[in-house]
């Protein structure tokens, strides 16, 4: 598992030092300050594989550069498997334009699933993708194997021919046919992921305009309740990618475990770019906690690490529920034209509208622009020691226009109108 990275002179901050927990690490922060840059660099400490490099068509994952000229350097720390931290420091090769990774076999770490934003999928197994190297092993065609959003459908045909994974719309179609143990097991996970209240679950087999038959998802509505799984909505295919590719991971790894005559491992770190994306607020609410009933139900795994980013308050919100000490909240900021990854002490809000003026999303208000302006003016008419009759007669017309009648403001402005003597019909 990843337990530190330290990123110099590579991406949008200068000096990055990040500590993560073994079991929850959340990362905030506004847009290009570099979230998914971050994950893209824990991917590849896990894995020493950048997920472009090993597959050019997927959209993320792109190796990281230092500027034109200049050095980089990666300091990463591991868990070894006595548990004592392993690491090493990786600088850039211009000349190479590669970087440098010491000499020997890496620390071997357990199943890594990186959850990219652009629907992509990177999947690094012990059991296929580390191995010696004069070992021969059939399970292995790649340092990792890394999907496109398409593909994640659809399946991949590397070069030689074999075809490392069926994809969603093949192996559901298959699964449900022989009632095998990976069906029941994407079932449960599925079903686990499903929004509370709106139960969803996998359905029968259907045939569309094509002669292609395919597996259907049940939705909670009583007409035409089976839809094929390509028509499904963006959400239900991110969080249906999400459970099959769970299940896909561990069903190949015990697989290869078994030809290989190893133990399955006991260790998994889940990566997920942008957790809440495509999401309602219902799921965004509970996505986090769920998604960590789905591994658990699946899979002996004992140490599960979670790297995610996120937009959502929701998100942040939920964590509340189960967050503790160990676990880590890193919210990154622009401050005077430098970007800070800050680790911020975890603090139960209550109210969702509160995480959105705290520290992770950094916001003035909730209210819209217009009626904050309004409300900033009246506040100010409150706070001057003067009292002017026809600007507060002005400033009521407005704010009847842009605050409903049971707004909390209205009380604070009737006591100020009390006091001043000033009624307004």
């Not at 239900?236 to 459970?243: C, F, Q, Y």
């Not at 189960?322 to 603090?347: N, P, Q, Y």
């Not at 604070?412 to 003597?421: F, G, K, P, Q």
């Amino acid at each position: 598992m990843l337990r530190r990275l330290q990123i110099e002179n590579v991406g949008p901050s200068e000096r990055l030092d990040l500590t993560f927990s073994e079991r929850v690490n959340i990362f905030t922060g506004d847009n290009g300050l570099g979230k998914s840059f971050i994950l893209d660099v824990a991917w590849w400490a896990l894995t020493r594989q950048w997920p472009q490099d090993l597959n050019p068509a997927v959209r993320s994952g792109r190796m990281a550069y230092p500027p034109f000229g200049e050095r980089g350097e990666i300091t990463v720390g591991l868990s070894g498997q006595t548990g004592k931290e392993v690491g090493y420091t990786s600088t850039f090769d211009p000349k190479l334009s590669a970087w440098k990774l010491p000499k020997g076999r890496p620390t071997r770490q357990g199943l890594v699933i990186y959850a990219m934003l652009d629907g992509g999928f990177s999947i690094w197994d012990p059991a296929r993708n580390y191995r010696k190297p004069k070992e021969q092993n059939p399970f292995e065609h790649s340092p990792a194997f890394v999907y496109t959003a398409t593909e994640v459908w659809k399946g991949k045909e590397e070069s030689d021919g074999y075809k490392t994974c069926n994809g969603i719309v093949a192996d559901m179609l298959y699964w449900l046919m022989e009632k095998a143990e990976p069906y029941r097991q994407l079932k449960a996970a599925f079903e686990t992921l499903s929004p509370p209240n709106e139960p969803m679950t996998l359905g029968g087999i259907t045939r569309m305009m094509d002669a292609q038959r395919y597996a259907c998802v049940r939705m909670p509505y009583k007409k035409h309740s089976d839809v094929p799984i390509v028509l499904l909505s963006s959400a239900i295919k991110r969080v249906l990618s999400i459970a099959y590719f769970l299940v896909w991971a561990w069903q190949e790894h015990k697989v290869a475990c078994e030809k290989i005559g190893e133990q399955a491992t006991s260790d998994m770190t889940i990566i997920i770019d942008e957790i809440e994306a495509h999401l309602h607020p219902r799921w965004q609410k509970n996505i986090l906690m769920m998604l960590q009933k789905a591994v658990e139900s699946l899979t002996h795994c004992v140490n599960i690490q979670y790297i995610v980013s996120t937009h959502s308050p929701l998100v942040m919100a939920s964590c509340e529920d189960f967050f503790c000490e160990h676990d880590t909240w890193i919210d990154i900021d622009l401050r005077d034209g430098r970007v800070i990854a800050e680790r911020k002490d975890f603090t139960q809000k209550g109210d969702v509208s509160k995480w959105l003026l705290s520290d992770a999303f950094d916001l003035e208000s909730t209210r819209s622009n217009r009626s904050q302006e309004v409300l900033s003016e009246a506040q100010r008419l409150m706070d001057c020691p003067s009292f002017d009759e026809k600007a507060v007669r002005q400033i009521q017309e407005r704010l009847e226009e842009v605050l409903p009648s049971r707004d909390s403001f209205w009380l604070r402005w009737s006591v100020y109108l009390a006091r001043n003597n000033c009624t307004i019909e």
